[in-house]
């Protein structure tokens, strides 16, 4: 057999490029012997490794000072778990990973954080900055791993940090540092630390330039929990998703904010994506979305002006141009608005990428609102639009409305054909199509 000395991949004849990690000149003759496996010669399990249902004791899990980051991962972190952590380049990775070190170190769980591109004088010089000092923190500046497994096991941390596991290397792998065969046995070792020692490991992971976690799939697949935290360069908030867990639905997110030298909890997530003022304007409607379960008020601004081309121009930020170009064609035909000689510009508020369906009315909503020069107050809109005009449910109305309850507002349109909860003070308006629209 071939085996590439990246990827370990096995090719029964040689090729000057490796067909599944792309490289060349790495498939190396080898010899391998099949081996035959009879489950009639396995050992009989000890009595000690046989838990009986009864016996079972639920674990607590580890609690952090950040309450979104706990959310995330359902409660807290399980102990025994490993969690890969990924984020962009420039986002801050080290400042983070050293900071969750000082969210779980003052709640009581001794943390090892474990650096392999950085001098200890540098991350204490950082840590001076960020204001960590807690003395349950014990500092490991290493890149062998053969080592770092050793110190992870003889430490007393509960819970262990890699930053990250791609500088990382292994004198017993075959592969150079960085590689697919390097980075999935170090992670099955992490692994199995973890599920022996009961200690909880998070890895520091990177993405590729299309914005994937630059590992392979099946990596992932081997962790217990896949974090990814998503920023815009132009805003100083950060989303945290759980693309993969174990121990708790995936359908949750964390909001940040990034200060000058600290990540921390956003203190009103609600209202962190609109203006005040600007929602009195003309050419402004509030909405919720959805990110993933999660409800987020927004809002959605519209501009229209007269053009004399013969083509007007549709453009959008925040929001797919297509989009855009479907309600005003749907709007062109069954309402009384028309833009065949206006420009219309459409833009969420703070930057914030939206694609779900429910934030077509509000979408509309602002058109009209800015073509008539007509403000629309605190008034929530909640539907999509179809393109036969008729107003369709949207997913997860009824969590929206109560999240509106929340926040005081009163004001809300919403589909004829949904027939769940209304909470009983809240002025609500029901609309079959958009000619109904009494903007």
């Known amino acids: 057999m071939y085996i590439c000395s990246q990827c370990s991949t096995q090719s029964p004849k040689w090729a000057g490029k490796c067909p599944n990690c792309g490289e060349w000149n790495t498939l190396v003759e080898s ?20 838990a009986p249902w009864k016996e079972v004791v639920p674990m607590k899990r580890y609690q952090s000072q950040s309450q979104e980051f706990d959310g995330v991962l359902g409660s807290g972190l399980f ?20 900071q969750m070190a000082e969210w779980y170190a003052t709640t009581g769980s001794p943390v090892l954080y474990v650096s392999g591109e950085e001098h200890v004088d540098q991350i204490f010089s950082r840590a001076r900055r960020l204001g960590v000092s807690s003395e349950s923190i014990d500092f490991v500046t290493e890149s062998d791993f053969d080592s770092i497994a050793q ?51 998070i890895l520091i992971g990177h993405v ?14 081997l ?14 908030y950060r ?20 200060e000058e030298n600290w990540l921390i909890d956003l203190p009103n997530p609600w209202l962190e994506f609109i203006d005040t003022v600007g ?17 987020i008020l927004i809002e959605i601004e519209a501009l229209t002006t007269y053009t004399k081309f013969w083509y007007p121009k549709r453009s959008s930020r925040g929001i797919s141009q297509w989009k855009l170009e479907l309600l005003i064609a749907v709007m062109s035909k069954y309402t009384s608005t028309k833009l065949e000689s206006s420009d219309v510009y459409l833009n969420i508020a703070r930057g914030l990428q939206v694609s779900e369906p429910g934030v077509d009315l509000a979408c509309i909503a602002a058109i009209i609102s800015s073509k008539k020069d007509i403000p629309l107050g605190k008034t929530i809109y909640l539907w999509e639009v ?17 999240e509106a309850v929340k926040l005081w507002f009163t004001d809300v349109v919403i589909p004829e054909s949904y027939d769940g909860k209304i909470p009983s003070w809240m002025n609500i308006k029901k609309i079959a199509n958009i000619k109904d629209i009494w903007i």
């Open 151 to 201: 110190t992870i096991e003889q430490s007393r941390s509960d819970i262990v940090i890699i930053d990250s596991l791609s500088v990382l290397s292994s004198s017993s792998i075959e592969g150079s540092p960085g590689s697919i065969s390097q980075i999935r046995i170090m992670t099955e070792v992490c692994m199995n630390i973890a599920k022996k020692l009961r200690k909880s490991i």
């Open 223 to 236: 962790v217990d929990v896949v974090l990814f935290l998503e920023w815009v360069r132009t805003e100083n």
């Open 386 to 402: 179809s393109l036969t005009w008729v107003v369709k449910n949207v997913f997860l109305l009824e969590k929206r409305l109560y």
């Open 239 to 258: 989303i945290l998703r759980s693309l993969k867990n174990r121990f708790w639905p995936t359908d949750t997110v964390g909001l940040f904010r990034m």
């Open 79 to 98: 102990p025994g778990s490993l969690v890969l952590l990924s984020w962009e380049p420039g986002i801050g990775k080290s400042t983070l990973a050293l």
């Open 31 to 50: 010899h391998v012997q099949s081996k035959k496996s009879r489950i009639s010669e396995g050992k009989l399990l000890s009595t000690q490794k046989i």
């Open 208 to 221: 590729t330039k299309d914005g994937s976690i630059g590992w392979p799939k099946s990596l992932e697949h």
């Open 279 to 295: 929602v009195e304007l003309s050419g402004s409607a509030l909405t919720f979305t959805i990110e993933w379960n999660r409800p």
